[in-house]
């Protein structure tokens, strides 16, 4: 009797799981959907994305590990950031790449939660760090510190950067908003269209907070370093303003590309949650969010192609620079141009100090000797 009444109370309960997952499989995501054609390209692009963010940031990685010059305090932002992007290709972009081959999502709704999440967690923990670096290069050019490389601080900006994502991300598994399904129904993320006050207050926290505060950030940080980097211009037009010239690129390429990545996602996000129902269809919401997917292969080629000290030991490597391997220069340092900012202390005025390549020509400000400090390094 006790058998029979425990068997068919099991019965009872995988019958009820199984309703659910099929409500869950069943239930509609949008009026509309992606067609077999749409579905193979999107598992072609996510396929990609997958494959060359995994790549690009392992060999950031295994730059890290073989280069002992490249283990600088700084540095540990972009360790921090690559180790975010490789854990969204391993945990994140091989479930929507799989459920994109499938044409639906394939791990009900803990699945969902969990994919929101992590996803969340780790975008928002490069996007903190990002503007964490930004602010570094500037303070770099303002902050003269006599001190030798100190670890301190980037390791607590690293485990601040952690601890942020957390606080924005967590609250939905708690009841505020919620994750789900969203696009073409082979992902999820937050759930922009629920129309609840939580759900809206939570959005509009989000927006403001992890992504419209850290772009403001950024472009502040990015235009005072641009404004520094002019003064020295002016002083010298030859070398300088070559330097000039890379730093702008260097710049303009790493907002640009922030920006390109998660603004379209954002503002397709406060479209569908404030504007009229349905009114971002699932072919529409697919592309932001592969923009947002796409910032784990670009941000690797960023640190890569324009950072002079990864660029040398990616090619000593890959062993494309035989003459640096000959010479035994693996650990060579990179070509720095030094930019400081003092104030005088009876004035508002400022005086540039700079020194270009290694230190064999000087050029400064009339400023009393005094008054002159040894300014710190700037690698590019």
């Given at each position: ?367 009393p000797a005094t008054q002159r400090t040894n300014p710190p390094e700037v690698n590019s």
């Amino acid at each position: 009797m006790n058998r029979r009444m425990f068997s068919g109370q099991a019965a009872l309960n995988y019958s009820f799981n199984v309703s659910d997952d099929r409500e869950w499989d069943d239930m509609p995501t949008d009026t509309e959907t992606l067609s077999p054609a749409g579905f193979v390209v999107l598992s072609v692009v996510l396929g990609l994305i997958m494959t060359f963010g995994f790549l690009n940031n392992f060999v950031v990685l295994l730059l890290f590990c073989k280069f002992k010059t490249l283990r600088t305090p700084v540095n540990m932002l972009l360790l921090n950031i690559s180790v975010s992007d490789m854990l969204v290709c391993v945990f994140g972009t091989t479930l929507s790449f799989a459920s994109s081959i499938r044409g639906k999502w394939l791990l009900g709704r803990l699945g969902c939660s969990w994919y929101g999440f992590i996803n969340s967690c780790f975008g928002i923990v490069s996007l903190i760090s990002l503007v964490i670096l930004s602010y570094d290069r500037y303070s770099t050019l303002t902050v003269y510190n006599k001190r030798g490389p100190d670890y301190r601080k980037p390791l607590l900006a690293v485990g601040g950067s952690w601890l942020y994502s957390l606080i924005w991300t967590v609250p939905p598994l708690l009841g505020w908003s919620s994750y789900g399904l969203e696009g073409a129904g082979t992902s999820c993320s937050v759930s922009w269209k629920v129309r609840t006050a939580q759900s809206h207050s939570y959005i509009i926290c989000l927006f403001i907070f992890c992504l419209g505060l850290p772009i403001l950030a950024m472009v502040y940080c990015y235009s005072r370093l641009l404004w520094a980097v002019k003064q020295v211009g002016k002083i010298r037009k030859t070398a300088a303003r070559r330097r000039e010239y890379h730093i702008l690129f260097m710049v303009l390429t790493t907002v640009v590309c922030y920006l390109l990545c998660w603004m379209p996602y954002g503002v397709v996000a406060m479209m569908a949650t404030f504007g009229p129902p349905n009114i971002i269809s699932p072919v529409a919401s697919v592309v932001p969010s592969l923009l947002a997917k796409s910032s784990t292969v670009i941000n690797p080629l960023i640190y890569i192609l324009m950072n002079k000290q990864f660029y040398r030991c990616f090619l000593i490597l890959f062993h494309c620079n035989q003459r640096l391997l000959e010479n035994g220069h693996s650990s060579m340092p990179s070509k720095t141009t030094v930019i400081q900012l003092n104030r005088r202390v009876y004035t508002n005025t400022v005086a540039c100090t700079t020194q270009i390549s290694t230190g064999v020509i000087n050029q400064c400000c009339s400023t009393p000797a005094t008054q002159r400090t040894n300014p710190p390094e700037v690698n590019s």
